[in-house]
Structure formats: C-alpha cells, structure tokens
C-alpha cells in the first residue's frame, strides 16, 4: 500500500531524498563517514554547507546583501530574536494578527518592546486576511511582522504588503519555497525547517545585512544575528545533519523545475483538493475565505461539526483514512476537524488519493 502523510509538520520528505540519505547514511561521497560523524569545520562538511546554501540563493533569487543564517531553536526562538535585534532602540513593532502562530509571536514581542497590532482577523475566528488598506501602520515601527501561512488556520496571504522603508519580516515556516517570493522586499524571512525544508532542529533565516549588529544590550550572545552571519552559521555546533537534508531539497527543487514549478504542481493540489470540499453539499466544510485558502494546510470539518453525532464520524473518517494509508489527518486541537497539509513534498497522486477517498466516505455517510 502506498502511504502518503497529511502532516502538518514534521511533514512528508520526497522520497528520492530519504532514499538517497540512506544510501549515504554509513559513507557520505565515500569519505568513510556519516555527515552526522563530520567535524562542521571540516572540508566535507563546509562544502556541503556551502553548497546547500548557493542552492538556496539560486532558487529563492537572493540578493547578495542578504544573509543566510541556518540555526536551531525553531520558529519559536525567533519570535525573540527578532524583537531583541530589530527593535533598534524604536519604541514599539507593528504585527498583524491572523491566527495562532502570529499570536505567539505578538506575545513574545511583548517582553522586549511595544507592540502595535495593526490588524486582526479574531473577529471572524481567524479565517481571512485583512485588507491592507485597513491596516494602522506606524511610519515609526522597528518593523512589521507577519505569517505568510497560517498552518493551523489554514490562511495564506497571496500577496505582499508594501510598507515604504519599515523592514517587513516574515514567519515563511509553512510556505516557504511553495511559490515565488521576491525577497528583495523583506528585511528578514524565517522558517522552521519541519514543513517544506527538511528535519526539524533547523531554522533557516535569511536577513538584510544593514539589519545586523544593533541588537539591544545584554542580548546573548547566540541571539545576536550579527555572531551568527559573521561566524557564516559555525559560530557554535550547527544542525549539521539538517542542514545536509536541507540541501538535498534543495537540489530537489532544482532539479524539477525550481519554484516557479513548484508552484504550479501546488497550485494544482490545492485546487483538487478544495474542489472536492465545495462540490460535497456541505458534508465537507473549510471555513477559510475563498481568496485566502492555503495551498498547504487545508483545515476542513465534516457535516454536523460540533455536535457528538459529528465527533463519532470524524473518528471513522480518521480510521478509514489510515485503514488506506492516508495518515496524519486529524486537525489541530484548536480548530479540530481535519487538516491535509499538502506541502511540496505531497505529490499530487496522494491528494488525488485523498479527494476519491474523501467522495467515498461522503458517498456513504451523506
Ligand atoms: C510550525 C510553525 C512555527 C513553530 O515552529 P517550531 O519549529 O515548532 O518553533 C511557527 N510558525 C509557523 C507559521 C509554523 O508553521
């Protein structure tokens, strides 16, 4: 049986890659070694470090005053990082509000500096974008955060805020490399690397470098962007590992076509996928706005949410869905329901997989 994995994240690796790092996992290029037994300053390790980062630079077309920094710590250590190195002695940081991991990040700013949320969608449970002309920006903020995907919500933005010469910076955990992004227009991007890059344990940061080395007082030492980028990520022990897996995506995307393919095939997944939702009369419900559906997360409830007829039926879905191996389902606990994440990994016989199961349970339980 062919198995295809809907997590969210730690999330579906193309199998070509698992395939390839299990061939390599006792001699890497017959060094004699693993990568995981590799000094990080040795000459194997710094050419694939150094190699996984031109990868990265061609694909997503990064400027050269940009760095990239590959850490640990998650998404979640960089909800501090960012205040405490971009606050820059300003007052106070603009966020827009779309749902939970922008949440988190609001909150964690709050421990070093103002913070202005210059929109919300909370009125309506999360489940749109907020029109830009709407927004409060502050001519004045030390930047503007927001998540370009929210992957428990299931909210994408398919555009880019222009905000004059405020630094934008983006949570891209969930959708980074799924569709173009002219990085030019950021001051700093962020993404985990458990949805669309690689093993978690790697967070990958990409930074303006005017941006480096003002970073507020007692700062420590491994926060500091600036130690990080002067040190080219070697500063102390990286994700050696990761960032080996990293690569190999990266090569990945390369060799089929880039982003910009990349971006069709997802664009074609997500259309299948919500197709078969819409066209169920209602036993298939996503509450996100038409214009604002994810291509990745698809959270979706089945007729009757809520009530515990529903509950029971959520569960048989679950275990046919598993019985088929179309696994990882379930929603997030605080939406519940179900979610597929269809990430760039996802081949588009595994939706195709899930949409002729989904019509079938449909079919007998409608
Ligand atoms: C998963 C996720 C995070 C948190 O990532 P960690 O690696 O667990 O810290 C933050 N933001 C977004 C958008 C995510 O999808």
């Known amino acids: 049986m062919t198995i295809y994995n809907f997590s969210?994240?730690?999330?579906?690796?193309p199998r070509e890659i698992l395939l390839q790092a299990q061939a390599e996992l006792l001699d890497w290029h017959g060094s004699g070694m693993s990568v995981m037994e590799m000094s990080h300053r040795g000459k194997e390790f710094t050419g694939i470090h150094a190699q996984?980062?031109?990868?990265?630079?061609?694909?997503?077309?990064?400027?050269?005053?940009?760095?990239?920094?590959?850490?640990?710590?998650g998404a979640h250590l960089q909800f501090s990082m960012i205040p405490l190195n971009l606050l820059r002695g300003k007052a106070s940081a603009d966020y827009v509000n779309t749902g939970e991991w922008s949440k988190k990040a609001i909150g964690e700013a709050h421990k070093f500096g103002g913070v202005n949320v210059v929109a919300s969608n909370a009125d309506r449970n999360c489940t749109y974008v907020p029109a830009f002309d709407a927004w409060q920006c502050d001519p004045d903020a030390a930047y503007l955060h927001y998540?370009?995907?929210e992957t428990i919500g299931g909210v994408e933005f398919s555009w880019v805020p222009v905000?004059?010469?405020?630094?934008?910076?983006?949570?891209?955990s969930s959708n980074i490399l799924s569709r173009p992004y002219d990085v030019s227009k950021f001051g700093l991007i962020y993404a985990g690397a458990q949805k669309n890059i690689g093993p978690a344990g790697l967070v990958l940061v990409i930074v303006r470098d005017d941006l480096l080395?003002?970073?507020?007082?007692?700062?420590p030492t491994m926060l500091d962007y600036k130690i990080h980028a002067d040190a080219g990520s070697m500063y102390n022990t990286p994700p050696t590992y990761g960032i080996y897996i990293a690569g190999l995506v990266f090569q990945w995307l390369k060799k089929n076509g880039g982003i910009a393919a990349m971006?069709?095939?997802n664009i074609a997944k997500a259309e299948l996928l919500y197709?078969?939702?819409?066209?169920?009369?209602?036993f298939y419900h996503c509450p996100v706005a038409l214009s604002d559906r994810s291509r990745m997360n698809v959270p979706f409830t089945l007729k009757n949410s809520g009530t515990p007829k529903d509950a029971a039926l959520d569960g048989e879905f679950l275990r046919q869905a598993d019985a088929r191996g179309?696994?990882?389902l379930k929603g997030h606990r605080s939406v519940g329901g179900m979610r597929a994440s269809i990430y760039n990994a996802m081949p588009l016989e595994g939706v195709q997989a899930l949409v002729d199961f989904m019509n079938e349970f449909a079919g007998k339980h409608g």
């Not at 080395?213 to 700062?219: F, N, P, S």
């Not at 197709?275 to 209602?282: K, L, P």
């Open 326 to 328: 179309l696994l990882q």
């Open 213 to 219: 080395g003002q970073a507020q007082a007692g700062t």
């Open 263 to 265: 971006e069709r095939a």
């Open 8 to 13: 969210a994240g730690p999330a579906v690796l």
């Open 163 to 172: 905000i004059g010469d405020v630094p934008l910076v983006a949570d891209m």
């Open 275 to 282: 197709a078969a939702i819409d066209a169920s009369g209602g």
């Open 147 to 149: 998540t370009t995907n």
């Open 52 to 73: 996984a980062e031109a990868d990265l630079r061609e694909l997503m077309g990064i400027p050269a005053n940009y760095k990239v920094l590959f850490l640990q710590g």
